[in-house]
């Protein structure tokens, strides 16, 4: 089945550490963009990439980083100098273009403990 | 100046009325316009999309275009109890080469049975 693939789902952190959620699609869409959920808040972008190897940060870029290395895969990389990094992550994709939807993975909620 | 704004919430209705949800964009240039919906624990889902001035009815749901007051609503109408669920408005804008898709923070629509 085509669609976007995070993982993991849940993700346990100490403070310090860096961790990587990974999203993987497979719908041959060139536009791909990571966002931070926070209780009862919308969606704050972190990074967008409409092509292979560039991309550009969003709103809240500081602390994340990212890659974009094959069209299918943009991970993401939550350093410890993200201070407050607990939150729900949700990876998007879309094709490239001002008319085109975005479609997004299942999710992975990350936990500092 | 928030680049997407959404009427605060939470909002109420019982079942059958209409519910109304609005958003207001900075960005002038914003080309295309979409209302996800997104349920308690799970990710986005698009339930409508505008590019032009006007109205877009899909079933129950409208979605309205004012470019020049920079506002876009949605209307339920007949609401019902499944239609409970935080309703995200979301603005894609051309950034030099890159089209860039922001969200508001989310509107929680009850439907009361």
């Known amino acids: 089945d085509g669609g976007i693939t995070q993982s993991p789902k849940y993700l346990f952190r100490k403070e310090g550490q860096n961790v990587t959620l990974s999203c993987e699609q497979n719908l041959n869409h060139d536009a791909m963009y990571w966002y931070r959920q926070d209780p009862g808040q919308g969606l704050r972008l972190i990074y967008y990439?409409?092509?292979?190897?560039?991309?550009q940060k969003g709103d809240i870029a500081e602390g994340y980083s990212v890659s974009r290395e094959k069209k299918e895969s943009f991970p993401l990389t939550v350093t410890s100098a993200q201070k407050n990094p607990t939150a729900f992550y949700l990876c998007a994709s879309s094709l490239t273009g001002k008319y085109t939807e975005a479609f997004f993975g299942q999710g992975t909620r990350l936990t500092v403990v | 100046q928030k680049e997407v704004e959404q009427n605060s919430g939470p909002l109420s209705v019982p079942e059958g009325a209409i519910a109304s949800l609005n958003c207001t964009y900075s960005?002038?240039?914003?080309?295309?316009f979409f209302w996800y919906r997104q349920y308690s624990g799970k990710s986005p889902e698009l339930k409508m999309f505008?590019?032009?001035?006007g109205d877009k009815e899909d079933g129950r749901f409208t979605a309205q275009l004012n470019k020049a007051s920079q506002y876009v609503s949605l209307l339920i109408r007949d609401s019902q109890p499944s239609d409970s669920a935080t309703y995200l408005c979301?603005?894609?804008?051309?950034?030099?080469?890159?089209?860039?898709?922001?969200f508001g923070k989310g509107t929680l629509l009850t439907v009361n049975p």
């Open positions: 979301a603005v894609k804008s051309l950034i030099g080469s890159n089209y860039k898709l922001t």
């Open positions: 505008i590019y032009s001035n």
């Open positions: 990439s409409q092509i292979v190897n560039d991309f």
């Open positions: 960005d002038r240039g914003s080309q295309s």
